[in-house]
């Protein structure tokens, strides 16, 4: 029900931006705003795309954390897909989350929440982004093969 909600009041307020900035601007300048935003977030898409597999790469190989170019990553993709979407609420979202500043905040919300990675709060190791976890190691080795007996249902 909050979905629906949700997404009934976003689509009331896009269409009283439309009507509000594009009296403003003039339907000329509201189409020219609405195209370019569609083409940036586009370009964004592309050329997100390519950078994501190579972030990954490098993060994995540098030996840091890759989940953090990857939320960014995710972040700018978002904000594509909010610039390509016709609107000035959908712009408005898509250009701040353009800004690494509010794309660093947003991940540290996210991460504070225990909803995506980073440090559990309480428990034992409180504070510790590692799992410690005491174990022995068996090592379990199979019984030697002892020769096979014939059974007697075959000529040896």
Excluded at 84 to 89: K, N, W
Aim: glycine share 14%.
């Amino acid at each position: 029900m909050r979905v629906l909600l949700l997404f009934c009041g976003w689509s009331l307020i896009e269409i009283a931006l439309f009507v509000t900035v594009g009296g403003w601007l003039g339907l000329g300048l509201t189409l020219v705003w609405v195209i370019a935003t569609g083409m940036l977030g586009v370009a964004l898409i592309r050329w997100q795309g390519a950078r994501m597999g190579m972030n990954l790469r490098q993060g994995m190989g540098a030996a840091r954390d890759p989940l953090s170019g990857a939320a960014h990553s995710g972040l700018i993709m978002l904000a594509a897909v909010l610039l390509i979407l016709p609107g000035f609420l959908t712009d408005a979202v898509g250009l701040v989350l353009l800004i690494p500043m509010a794309r660093r905040a947003i991940l540290s919300a996210i991460a504070g929440r225990g909803i995506g990675a980073g440090p559990r709060r309480g428990g034992p190791y409180a504070g510790d982004p590692f799992d410690v976890i005491d174990a022995e190691v068996v090592e379990d080795v199979p019984p030697a093969r002892t020769p096979h007996k014939p059974s007697g249902w075959t000529q040896s």
